[in-house]
């Protein structure tokens, strides 16, 4: 079954650290989507993807940075990881629509 | 309903009974709504979307209604179970627009069935 996969689920860095937050996904989706989820904020768009090479800014972007080199990736980089970056990321891709398909998250510790 | 803030609205139920979920919407542009669940550490699923030439819309017990005068949406969720529970998010997209793909979400709601 396509699936959409992030990796690790768990991570514990020091601040000042680069991260990388993996996301991959099998149903071969144009649209890729990081979003931050901290509670009082809901969902967080970071960063998006439309395809291989495309990447767009998001609403809280500032400390972060993503690559497209296929579709079925989109990385997710902390450059320099700050306590307020301690928070649980989702990934998703969509076709297109609205419907968006999550992965399990990945919960970052910066201590 | 929704709202900005450290504490979520909760919801809790019965098993069997009828629960409302509300959202206020901010964007008078938006045309597509979207309700979403998450279950306690997982990501959000899709539940049931709508968009805004209609105003109601009916799934496997679950139906969504649309009010665009007042920006309000609302998810009713019919013979409540216990699986049931989970945090409910509605969405937001001006899906003609520029922002393709480009969900805004609301807070959240937390639903708790008791068995």
């Known amino acids: 079954d396509a699936e959409i996969t992030q990796s690790p689920r768990h991570k514990i860095t020091e601040t000042g650290r680069q991260v990388t937050l993996a996301c991959h996904q099998t149903?071969?989706?144009?649209?890729m989507f990081w979003y931050r989820q901290d509670l009082g904020h809901g969902l967080r768009l970071i960063h998006y993807?439309?395809?291989?090479?495309?990447?767009n800014k998001g609403e809280v972007s500032d400390g972060y940075s993503v690559s497209r080199s296929n579709t079925e990736d989109l990385p997710l980089t902390l450059e320099s990881a700050a306590s307020s970056q301690t928070s649980v990321y989702f990934c998703?891709?969509?076709?297109?629509?609205?419907?968006?398909?999550f992965g399990e998250g990945s919960r970052l510790t910066v201590l | 309903g929704e709202s900005v803030g450290l504490h979520l609205p909760t919801l809790s139920v019965q098993e069997g009974d009828n629960s409302i979920i509300n959202c206020a919407y901010s964007?008078?542009?938006?045309?597509?709504f979207i309700w979403y669940k998450q279950e306690s550490g997982k990501g959000p699923q899709f539940i049931i979307d709508?968009?805004?030439?209609?105003d109601k819309r009916q799934g496997q017990r679950v139906t969504v209604l649309l009010n665009k005068t007042v920006k309000h949406l609302s998810l009713q969720i019919a013979a409540t179970q216990p699986g049931d529970s989970a945090v409910y998010f509605c969405?937001?997209?001006?899906?003609?627009?520029?922002?393709?793909?480009?969900?805004?979400f609301g807070q959240g709601t937390i639903l708790t069935v008791h068995p």
């Open positions: 998703a891709s969509s076709l297109g629509t609205g419907e968006l398909f």
């Open positions: 149903w071969n989706h144009n649209n």
């Open positions: 993807s439309y395809g291989v090479q495309d990447t």
């Open positions: 964007n008078s542009a938006s045309d597509y």
């Open positions: 709508i968009r805004s030439n209609m």
């Open positions: 969405a937001e997209i001006n899906a003609g627009g520029t922002s393709y793909g480009k969900l805004t």
